[in-house]
C-alpha cells in the first residue's frame, strides 16, 4: 500500500540530547513536510522540500534540522537547541497538479516526550 | 494576522444532524486554495475536500461540501447527516503563494462531538 510512515510512534528524549524523528513516503510525491501540533493547536510548519537536496524553513525552524537525501525520506533533527520540544510531530507529502501542490497526504505521527 | 481563523473552538451536533463548521480566511493573492481536514484521537490528519479559488462551483465529496463563498472570504466545511465517528477535530487550511512555492497554513481547529 502507498502512504506515509513515521517511526517512532512515541519517543522520549532526555534535556540536551539530539533525536531524530523518521518519515518514509512510497507515493513518489516531490514535496515533504515537517508540522509541529501543540495540545489544542493547529499545525505549525517547520521545514519542508520540494526537491532532492534542497529544503527551506518554515516558521518555526530554530532548533530543528532536516535533510533530504532521497526523494522518499526525509528526516527531522530536533535539537537541544529547540527550548521546549515535547509536541506531536507530523509528516506529510504532496505532489504537483496544474502548477500548484495541492492536499498534503499526512503520516500516523511521533510524539515526543522530553523527561 | 490570523490568515485562517476559525470561531468555534467546540461544538456539540445530535446525530444525523447537518453540521456546518465556520472557516474565514485572508490573503491577497488571487490563486489560492482551501482544505479542510479532519484529525481523530489517533492524530492522523485526513484530508477531506478540497477548493480552489476559480473553481466556479463548491466542492463536494459524499457528505462533506464546502459553502464558498468568496466576497466574504468563508470556506465552511457543511457535514450533512453526522454520525458518531465524525467525532474529531477539524482543520480549515489554505494554499497561498505562486505556483512550485506553496505553503499551507492551518487554522486553530474546531473540535465537534456527535451526541448519540
Known amino acids: 500500500d502507498g502512504g506515509i510512515t513515521q517511526s517512532p510512534k512515541y519517543l522520549f528524549r532526555k534535556e540536551g540530547q539530539n533525536v531524530t524523528l523518521s518519515c518514509e513516503q512510497n507515493?513518489?510525491?516531490?514535496?515533504m513536510y515537517w508540522y509541529r501540533q501543540d495540545p489544542g493547536q493547529g499545525l505549525r510548519l517547520i521545514y519542508y522540500s520540494q526537491i532532492v537536496n534542497d529544503f527551506q524553513k518554515g516558521d518555526i525552524a530554530e532548533g530543528y534540522s532536516v535533510s533530504r537525501e532521497k526523494k522518499e525520506s526525509f528526516p527531522l533533527t530536533v535539537t537541544s537547541a529547540q527550548k521546549n520540544p515535547t509536541a506531536f510531530y507530523l509528516c506529510?507529502?504532496?505532489?504537483?497538479?496544474?502548477?500548484?501542490?495541492?492536499?498534503?497526504?499526512f503520516g500516523p505521527g511521533t510524539r515526543l516526550t522530553v523527561l | 494576522a490570523q490568515k485562517i481563523t476559525q470561531t468555534q473552538p467546540g461544538m456539540f451536533v445530535q446525530e444525523k444532524e447537518a453540521v456546518t463548521l465556520d472557516c474565514t480566511y485572508d490573503?491577497?493573492?488571487?490563486?489560492?486554495?482551501l482544505f479542510w481536514y479532519k484529525q481523530p484521537s489517533s492524530g492522523e490528519m485526513i484530508f477531506l475536500i478540497y477548493?480552489?479559488?476559480?473553481?466556479?462551483q463548491n466542492a463536494t465529496e459524499g457528505r462533506y461540501s464546502l459553502n464558498f463563498q468568496k466576497a466574504r472570504k468563508s470556506a465552511n466545511l457543511v457535514i450533512s447527516a453526522s454520525q458518531l465517528g465524525d467525532s474529531a477535530m477539524y482543520f480549515c487550511?489554505?494554499?497561498?503563494?505562486?505556483?512550485?512555492?506553496?505553503?499551507?497554513?492551518f487554522g486553530k481547529g474546531t473540535r465537534l462531538h456527535i451526541l448519540p
Open positions: 506529510a507529502s504532496s505532489t504537483l497538479a496544474g502548477g500548484h501542490y495541492n492536499e498534503q497526504f
Open positions: 477548493q480552489g479559488s476559480y473553481d466556479q
Open positions: 507515493l513518489n510525491h516531490d514535496a
Open positions: 487550511a489554505m494554499r497561498e503563494g505562486p505556483g512550485g512555492n506553496d505553503k499551507i497554513i
Open positions: 490573503t491577497s493573492d488571487p490563486s489560492y486554495g
